[in-house]
């Protein structure tokens, strides 16, 4: 009877759980099919890597943007109506870009963007929450941490997608060159930049299609509400926050997922910049080192879901922030492919990142988990704001001593994980079993 208490998925949840699981895969295909866009759309757009690290900032920007009303939504109504707005919103961003591509503006493509995180914004506020309410208490960040295990496998199909039918694909100019054919053959280059816009586009509206099909089968399935418990318990948004923001565990903990999501994108983002400056690489050669990075992270991630069975989740985030910070130091100072293999070793740092932080902030808010995840999301603006400052430092950062602007920038990566290094400390010492 015991083992039923504790199990990580009760049996009449299964097929709920699976579900909703699948749309961590979605949404990680949405990012890392996108991080690799930064480094494309400098190329073809001939912008700055601050300019061109814009779409990290609209693409988190939306997940700012959206969590509040995402999280008040869901708290109105319930789980399966947030997924499917979610949804929604998702789709009707990537169908954006064939009219941002056939106008052959930025701008678009950051409204594109900006639409289709609204979405996630819905998705991952809802399904977060949802996945730790299927089941006892005590297992929940393994249960959580067990659907956040395939969030990667949906991330490297999307760098699989970006690397293969995107990176290899666009016209093989380089930037100098296309700076010089901008003088002596305007018409040419903007040729060329529409082809390649074309061919940034179509992933995207072949994804917009499979977002659809996900959108009619949740319409079509039964899955589980609110309990008549939870509905009792439901009070004001208002009431809530107060609650929330007394709470210095959730608070400390969602200043942690700011540096956690920031450190990944940035890390994920300029990996590609990092092989190119560094090591002479070209674009989609950079791109399969990245996923290779990616692979590192699945298989720790299923590693560290292994071991929360015998560790607290603190004491293995606080090791693993340890690990980054040895890491990251590495991709700064050491020369050559061995820093690149640093940078590459920073992924299987940050597996259980996300979801150990999301589960230690929700650990016992029952009902106000709704509204809390929402700042959890809302925490994703790191990703938003932290890539453009590096973008910015390998701008105008001089070079000291050996050390290139590129390597520099990973200072800010470096400082991340000492933050969330002192937040794992810091929740281990707390009495709550975190």
């Not at 590129?406 to 991340?416: D, K, M, Q």
Request: proline fraction near 4%; include cysteine.
């Amino acid at each position: 009877m015991k083992n039923k208490k504790l199990s990580v998925v009760p049996r009449t949840l299964i097929f709920p759980f699976i579900l909703v699981t699948m749309l961590f895969a979605l949404w990680g295909f949405a990012n890392d099919i996108t991080n690799p866009m930064v480094a494309a759309f400098k190329n073809i757009l001939l912008i700055s890597n601050f300019e061109s690290s814009l779409v990290q900032f609209a693409f988190y920007g939306g997940y700012c943007f959206m969590a509040i009303p995402a999280a008040i939504f869901i708290q109105r109504f319930n789980y399966k109506k947030g997924i499917l707005v979610g949804l929604a919103l998702y789709s009707a961003g990537c169908l954006l870009f064939i009219p941002a591509g056939n106008a052959m503006a930025f701008w678009a493509f950051l409204i594109a963007y900006f639409v289709m995180t609204c979405g996630l914004a819905f998705l991952e506020t809802t399904s977060n929450p949802y996945i730790l309410s299927m089941g006892p208490e005590e297992t929940a960040t393994r249960r959580l941490n067990l659907s956040q295990a395939f969030n990667p496998i949906g991330s490297l199909t999307g760098m699989l997608v970006a690397k293969e039918v995107i990176l290899s694909r666009l016209d093989p100019h380089t930037e100098a060159e296309r700076i010089v054919m901008a003088s002596a053959d305007p018409d040419n280059l903007a040729r060329i930049q529409q082809a390649d816009l074309n061919t940034v586009s179509v992933p995207y509206l072949m994804l917009g299609t499979v977002v659809l099909a996900f959108f009619l089968l949740f319409a079509i399935s039964k899955l589980p509400s609110s309990s008549a418990k939870d509905r009792a318990q439901r009070s004001s948004t208002g009431a809530t926050a107060k609650r929330l923001l007394k709470n210095k565990l959730y608070i400390r903990s969602v200043i942690a997922q700011v540096f956690y999501v920031g450190v990944q994108i940035m890390v994920w983002t300029f990996i590609i910049q990092y092989a190119e400056s560094e090591l002479g690489m070209s674009k989609s050669t950079a791109q399969g080192y990245n996923m290779v990075a990616m692979g590192m992270f699945v298989t720790s991630r299923f590693i560290c879901t292994f071991l929360l069975k015998y560790f607290k989740p603190s004491v293995l985030l606080t090791w693993l922030a340890a690990g980054g910070v040895i890491f990251t130091t590495g991709a700064i100072f050491i020369h050559g492919m061995t820093g690149l293999y640093c940078l590459m070793a920073i992924s299987a740092c940050m597996s259980l990142m996300f979801p150990t932080i999301y589960g230690i902030a929700l650990k016992g808010l029952g009902d106000d988990a709704k509204l809390a995840s929402a700042g959890l999301i809302l925490a994703i603006g790191g990703g938003c704001l932290m890539p453009p400052l590096q973008g910015l430092l390998i701008d105008k950062a001089v070079w000291v001593d050996a050390l290139s602007s590129v390597r520099i920038s990973f200072v800010l990566p470096l400082l991340c994980f000492i933050v969330i290094a002192t937040f794992g400390r810091w929740a281990g010492k707390l009495k709550t079993g975190s």
